[in-house]
């Protein structure tokens, strides 16, 4: 049975393996943060490049490699952001709504909208298999868990030509900010172009367990 063709078209289905890559070139980031919220911890999620021409173009799950997130005591999300990325967070409101600012939301290199961000910054963009929706664990309070796991898939994404691919000033492009009053763990999925080359995408597979640095698999398809 073929895969969805658009989704595989995002994903560059062919991965061409680099010989040069070794599993430590990337790594997975987790740090914590204070929250302003009492009891709450804010969980940032970077993957942290090795070039700054290097670009994350993807975050996904599928039948074969599925991603999941776990947060067995739920996750925070702010009524005030009505969508699933940062694209609904705008900073002008968090004086007068400071809680916006512990909102668990998915991205790729952005806190808030690419209007707002540095120049040629994209939202990113999502595929979900409506049979199984990833996106409420960013949208309704107090889920415990993501999982994209069906032959569908699922993905949040950005172009080859939206600049928050890249790294930030430490190679680290942020993918995901969760806030809990408990633990995290899971599995995340990244396609990455290497020296910013679609043609020799690779896919990597991070487990984690809490704040730390997970060095990646390369993920063959």
Known sequence: MLRNPIFTFILLAVTYAVPSL?????SLVVLEE??????????RLYIQLADSTDQVSAIFGTDKNPMSIVAPKGVFNSPFNA??????LNPNFF???????????????????????KANSEDPIMVDDRSNPW??????????????????????????????????????????????????????NAQIFPLGDGKKSVKMSFSFDGFGTTPGAIVLE
Do not use: C, H
């Open 22 to 26: 070794t599993f430590s070139q990337y």
């Open 95 to 117: 004086e007068a709504m400071p809680s916006m600012v512990d909102d668990s939301f998915a991205t790729i290199g952005l806190d808030g909208p690419a209007s707002q961000g």
């Open 34 to 43: 204070p929250s302003v919220m009492n009891g709450m911890t804010k969980f």
């Open 135 to 188: 996106a409420d664990f960013f949208k309704v309070n107090e889920v415990v868990k993501l999982e994209i796991n069906t032959l569908l898939g699922g993905s949040w994404f950005v172009l080859k030509t939206a600049s928050n691919g890249f790294g930030d000033e430490n190679l680290r492009v942020l993918i995901a900010q969760i806030t809990t009053p408990g633990s995290i763990s899971g599995i995340i």
């Open 83 to 88: 969508s699933w990325s940062a694209s609904g």
